[in-house]
């Protein structure tokens, strides 16, 4: 148990120190300018040293970010189902989700300004945009993978469709709905950085790099984009989280306390 | 005279001009243990979903304690092969899994649950998720799964087919054990003949494709049954019928 806490936490850990260290080596080794690369540490400072200026803007990336994502999972969740359920809304939508995707990104931003105005929208939208496919594609393949012959002995013992599709095909298909999720969590904070390059018009994170970035204060641009990384690592392990409490099943051999939700009724 | 709980009134299917099951008729005793016996793909699968409502028959009727059940599910227990545990719950709510599907588990239900686990040798692991469990554990938990159904008629779809010979012995005696203690009706396939001479009171032996029953044998061993058993000259004689009907010539 323990030594798995290591591996788990501490290796990731180290790996990240270790890119720390590199970059550190390659400046310090190469002589490299700092108005082309600060030192790690430089880095660190212009961050720590702004904070109160950062932190507001990290919050508004976060809030962006947050809504944009819960929006687009529950949407590609329940595109999913709805395409695994009715054979004609998956064959009607399902080539335009594939041209949503082929869209890049940064040309739709202006669009969305033109469309949405300047403020919070545009960024849930990118974010929502770009969570949602993943999640779509995910639940699709899981329930159409879920043993036949499990849902066929759901039908002998006289289960209704929703109690099937909640007992028997939603928990079957965690797994791949947990790898969507994933995928979406990593990319979420791109959406909200390039909406926030696209249609900001007042403070924004991105905005404070591109202002970093004029005024030639290379160190604060590399900041603010280890600060932008934190963020989207952050939340993919808040998912990563959330998936290791949910399927407890996945890691124990013995369910650690009774364990009652919601249609199996009974209280604690 | 003993009262019929389940009959097949000439209850066929062709599946896209495979015959799958000729029509068949079979009338099945209160309280016995019937096997069914036949070659790969003669229709004994198909039968069971027949009975089981899975598949509705292109003609006849599927009775049950006299009313028609024909292509209707719910009325039945119903086990196969593959043991359909869900890893994400722990052997208790497994085995509640077939009240879960119909309506909420009550603490009787789980009360009842853990006490048919216990009496059969599962209690310790209760709250084991199944991964943890042995092949042969995981179809007791399967079959008690089938029990709290309390439904009368359990279906057994070749239920010990994937496990080696030591563990399926000790799950026949098992199942004859739960059998003699719950009265239930058992419908059992299996292509094993030995095993369905262990355990049955009647077999039903079944043709090659396309499947129609070709014979229906009392089956005289007295109970309880054991391992010398196997050794009886009745075991051997009747086990030389079966496979002479099974492979063509008589016996
Ligand atoms: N759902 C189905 N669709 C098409 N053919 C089927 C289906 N179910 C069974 N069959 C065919 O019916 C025949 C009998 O199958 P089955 O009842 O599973 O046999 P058994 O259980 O005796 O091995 C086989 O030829 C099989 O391929
Ligand atoms: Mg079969």
């Known amino acids: ?268 | 005279m003993p009262t019929t709980l389940l009959e097949l009134r000439g209850v066929g299917k062709v599946f896209g001009g495979t015959v799958a099951l000729s029509a068949t008729s079979l009338a099945i005793e209160e309280g016995s243990f019937v096997a069914i016996v036949g070659p790969s793909g003669c229709g004994k699968s198909t039968m069971f979903n027949i009975i089981a409502g899975l598949v509705a028959p292109d003609g006849g009727d599927v009775v049950l304690r006299g009313a028609t059940i024909t292509a209707t599910t719910g009325h039945v227990g119903y086990m196969l092969q593959k043991d359909l545990l869900v890893p994400w719950r722990t052997v208790e709510d497994n085995i509640t899994m077939a009240t879960r599907l119909t309506r909420r588990v009550t603490d009787e239900d789980r009360a009842e649950a853990r006490r048919v686990a216990r009496q059969y040798g599962l209690g310790e692991f209760l709250r084991h998720y199944p991964s943890a469990l042995s092949g042969g554990m995981r179809q007791r938990v399967a079959f008690m799964r089938t029990l709290v159904t309390h439904h009368e008629l359990l279906l057994l779809d070749e239920p010990f087919g994937a496990l080696d010979a030591q563990t399926r012995l000790e799950m026949q005696e098992w199942l004859l054990q739960v059998w003699k203690d719950t009265g239930r009706t058992v419908l059992f396939i299996t292509h094993d003949v030995d095993e369905s001479i262990f355990l049955s009171d009647r077999i039903v032996v079944m043709s090659p494709r396309p499947g129609r029953v070709v014979a229906d044998l009392a089956n005289p061993l007295a109970r309880p049954r054991g391992i010398h058993t196997l050794l009886e000259p009745d075991f051997i004689a009747l086990k030389a019928k079966v496979l002479g009907l099974l492979h063509g010539g008589a016996a």
């Open chain 1, 1 to 268: 148990m323990r030594r798995r806490v290591l591996l788990n936490v501490g290796v990731p850990i180290l790996s990240l120190v270790l890119v720390l260290v590199v970059w550190q080596l390659i400046v310090v080794g190469f002589h490299v300018a700092s108005y082309i690369a600060p030192r790690p540490r430089e880095a660190i400072t212009s961050v720590t040293s702004q904070w109160s200026t950062l932190w507001p803007l990290i919050l508004g990336t976060i809030r962006e970010t947050i809504y944009g994502y819960v929006i687009g999972a529950a949407l590609g969740f329940v595109l999913g189902v709805v395409m695994a359920k009715i054979a004609i809304v998956q064959r009607l939508v399902y080539p335009v989700i594939l041209v949503s995707q082929a869209v890049p990104v940064i040309a739709l931003a202006p669009v969305l300004v033109i469309i949405l105005g300047f403020g919070i929208v545009p960024k849930i939208v990118i974010v929502t945009w770009i969570v949602f496919f993943p999640v779509t594609v995910n639940v699709l393949d899981g329930l159409g993978h879920v043993d036949p012959d499990l849902k066929n002995l759901a039908r002998v013992y006289g289960a209704s469709r929703w109690r099937t599709f909640v007992q028997i095909e939603v928990p079957a298909s965690t797994t791949p709905l947990f790898s969507g999720l994933k995928i979406g969590a990593i990319y979420a904070v791109t959406g909200a950085i390039i909406g926030e390059l696209a249609a900001s018009e007042g403070n924004s994170l991105a905005l404070y790099q591109e202002h970093a970035n004029s005024n030639l204060n290379t160190a604060a641009v590399y900041g603010t984009t280890m600060v932008m990384t934190l963020i989207g690592i952050a939340w993919f392990l808040l998912v990563v989280g959330l998936e290791i409490w949910s399927t407890p099943w996945q890691r124990r051999t013995v369910a650690r306390r009774r364990w009652r939700r919601g249609s199996d009724g009974g209280a604690g």
